[in-house]
């Protein structure tokens, strides 16, 4: 069975610091892991994703993330955060290769003080 | 880029009645459609699965008489609340699996905002 986790709840960053929004993953095989991010009252916005190939992924508004196999890690990351930033943080996995659904974690709130 | 329109985006309805949200892919033919729900301050929970042609196929837990889905083209699904309960307000999120579903991003509507009196 493949899940993931995301550890805490919500971050508080000031504005300008580096964030880290921490995610672990358990999947059988090789794993496709996302992150996407939630505004109030929308859906879900596609960030970034690791499928293969080198271990740090760059995805929009600055965000990267750095999957590490050997933890089976994948936590976001930006080095200068923005007020705007201020959101809910999903993670998501998959199993390579499968027909098997996309497992989200509960999620992480963000927040970014000025 | 990809782009999948949910309407409404929020609908007030009393209970008894029934309530259609739909879930359309505006550039790309989607296969498959899911629907999500949303608790406050939650993570999001896989209803069902829709699939263009065929039944959806239902999560444990949800009751596929109370939530109807239908996928009857590439580019629409919609999901029916029947006879609402106030139990049943939520936030309904959908979401299309581009073709290369496997190693393509789900796209997401800007979900509904369903509230039951």
């Known amino acids: 069975a493949q899940s993931v986790a995301q550890p805490e709840d919500q971050v508080n960053v000031a504005e300008g610091n580096p964030l880290t929004v921490k995610c672990t993953y358990s999947v059988s095989g090789n794993p496709y892991l996302f992150w996407y991010v939630q505004y109030p009252n929308r859906g879900l916005q596609f960030l970034l994703k690791?499928?293969?190939?080198?271990?740090l992924v760059k995805g929009s508004y600055g965000f990267e993330a750095e999957f590490n196999k050997s933890q089976t890690s994948f936590h976001l990351k930006k080095p200068s955060a923005l007020v705007s930033d201020s959101a809910l943080y999903f993670c998501?996995?998959?199993?390579?290769?499968?027909?098997?659904?996309?497992?989200f974690g509960s999620g992480t709130r963000l927040s970014i003080r000025p | 880029g990809a782009v999948v329109s949910q309407h409404p985006s929020w609908v007030i309805c009393k209970s008894g009645t029934s309530v259609k949200i739909e879930c359309r892919s505006l550039d790309f033919q989607a296969t498959t459609m899911f629907w999500y729900r949303q608790f406050p301050k939650q993570s999001l929970m896989l209803m069902a699965t829709s699939n263009e042609g065929s039944k959806a196929t239902y999560e444990q837990g949800v009751e596929k008489d109370k939530f109807l889905i239908n996928h009857a083209s590439l580019t629409l699904s919609t999901l029916t609340v029947t006879s609402a309960h106030p139990e049943d307000s939520s936030f309904y999120i959908c979401s299309a699996a581009p073709p290369r579903g496997a190693v393509s991003p789900l796209h997401f509507g800007n979900g509904t905002r369903l509230t039951v009196t």
């Open positions: 690791y499928i293969t190939g080198d271990n």
């Open positions: 998501a996995v998959k199993q390579a290769g499968s027909a098997s659904k996309i497992i």
